[in-house]
């Protein structure tokens, strides 16, 4: 059995914002599983365990440039904030988003081997990057980016330095500069239902199913009547749909006119959004958290010990 320490309820608490016992009872019963303890929550807590899901604690910067009719997004990590605000790992962050826009790179390696030099430091990205962790005394690097070519239109929106969007588009600039302030707001993970990956509809049917179980079991506990399976299986089949309509560009609810969605909106303006990123920054990324308590323990046992 997993130690359940108190910086574990509280980083599923953070992520949940359920009450703190339940976190701990759902963190023994996951046997200090976060995801499983997360899923166990909305199973019982139902949708508001997982409103703060997306909350992130890695730390950088997403970069957005242009070049040559070309654009592109990166995103650059660091170990802290403050890290974020120094100048020279900024330069850094702009200058490797223009690299992508300017070179198109296969990979992170074939970014880093580009020449480029900042800071007294050079030849290439990588030598700066190097140079740089020495100077600032943090680790820093590049994660993920995306190119756009010259053939196709781009509207791109930063939200600070955390959020980045680009999204590809034909018609009109101002309706996908819009989508893209939307995308960044609602982060959607695809264009339409259809397109939501097969694990995650997978996950919500049986998040779904779990609570109709958890419901039923409470039903028969109360001497209630326990619904049909023929009902049960149109509940969990419903909370799909709605779950999918939730997650995709194109049926969310406009955020400038929620009378509408993103598809009425685009048809609207004669607009046709083909694809869209969306960064954010540390999203799937686990930090480290420290157990302040445990840690000063172990230096005082280790003290007695010498």
Do not use: W
Request: net charge neutral; charged share 25%; with cysteine.
């Amino acid at each position: 059995m997993a130690a359940i320490t108190a910086s574990m309820v509280a980083e599923l608490r953070g992520k949940t914002d359920a009450p703190m016992m339940e976190c701990k009872r759902a963190l023994t019963e996951a046997d200090g599983d976060m995801v499983k303890a997360e899923e166990l929550l909305r199973v019982k807590l139902g949708s508001k365990a997982g409103k703060a899901a997306a909350r992130v604690t890695a730390e950088g910067v997403i970069a957005i440039a242009s070049a040559d009719g070309h654009s592109a997004m990166i995103e650059v990590n660091c170990e802290t904030d403050f890290v974020t605000k120094n100048d020279s790992f900024l330069g850094l962050a702009n200058a490797a988003a223009t690299l992508v826009a300017k070179h198109n790179p296969a990979d992170v390696a074939a970014l880093s081997a580009l020449a480029y030099e900042q800071d007294g430091f050079g030849p290439t990205l990588e030598d700066v990057r190097k140079g740089l962790i020495g100077k600032i005394g943090e680790n820093m690097t590049f994660r993920r980016f995306k190119h756009c070519g010259a053939g196709a239109k781009v509207a791109s929106y930063l939200h600070g330095t955390r959020i980045g969007v680009l999204v590809e588009f034909a018609g009109d600039e101002v309706a996908a500069k819009d989508v893209a302030m939307h995308v960044a707001a609602m982060k959607p993970v695809s264009l339409s239902s259809a397109e939501v990956p097969a694990d995650l509809v997978a996950r919500e049917r049986s998040v779904a199913a779990a609570k109709a179980a958890e419901d039923a079991a409470v039903a028969v506990a109360a001497g209630k009547p326990v619904q049909s399976a023929e009902i049960v299986a149109k509940r969990i089949e419903g909370g799909v749909q709605k779950y999918l309509k939730e997650v995709s560009l194109f049926n969310q609810s406009f955020v400038k006119n929620d009378k509408q969605t993103v598809e009425q909106m685009l048809k609207e303006k004669a607009t046709t959004v083909n694809a869209f990123t969306l960064y954010v920054v540390g999203e799937g990324i686990e930090k480290k958290v420290d157990d302040f308590a445990a840690e000063v323990a172990a230096q005082v046992a280790a003290a007695k010990a010498s």
